[in-house]
């Protein structure tokens, strides 16, 4: 009987991790200034950025403000909801 010999092969492959999305939404309550300091405050955005998105969070009813790891991510929809902003973290696709 012949000597058979089993090769295993094992495949790790290594990817960054998916981005994680924070998302603010629109709401009724804040105004469309607070939402563009808020934004500026967090994340250090320039006014004119901030204001784009905070239009796209007025005009389409979310924006996608930020994203990255899910820790740092997650400090943000903290801070934000901490400010009273709409948000809500997902991850990319």
Do not use: C, R
């Not at 092969?9 to 804040?30: A, F, L």
């Not at 004119?48 to 389409?60: D, E």
Request: charged share 15%; glycine share 4%.
């Amino acid at each position: 009987m012949p000597d058979t010999t089993t090769l295993t092969e094992t495949k790790t492959s290594v990817s960054p991790q998916t981005p994680w999305n924070v998302i603010v939404h629109d709401d009724p309550v804040n105004l469309m200034a607070y939402v563009t300091y808020v934004l500026m405050k967090i994340f250090g955005y320039n006014e004119n950025f901030a204001t784009k998105l905070m239009l796209q969070v007025h005009q389409q009813g979310l924006s996608i403000v930020w994203s990255g790891e899910l820790e740092k991510a997650e400090f943000y929809v903290q801070q934000l909801q901490f400010h009273q902003l709409k948000t809500s973290l997902e991850q990319a696709e």
